[in-house]
């Protein structure tokens, strides 16, 4: 189960990357560095959470 989620949270952090490549390419975005600071911030925080979850596991098994 926790294999499975760490993999989610994974998959989330590459759409959030993605989401902030599409805001940085559109001249929409009224505070540009915001995004950039919290897209980053929320896709090493999904992804330490995620590998964590994945290691984890690994740890379990042995």
């Known amino acids: 189960m926790r294999k499975e ?11 959030v990357i993605g989401g902030v490549l599409l805001a940085a390419i559109m001249d929409d975005v009224t505070n540009r560095w915001g995004i950039y600071f919290f897209g980053v911030l929320a896709t090493f925080v999904l992804i330490f959470t ?3 979850l994945i290691n984890n596991k690994e740890k379990e098994e042995d």
Do not use: Q, R, T, Y
């Open 5 to 15: 989620l760490g993999k989610f949270l994974l998959d989330v952090a590459k759409l």
């Open 50 to 52: 995620g590998l964590s």
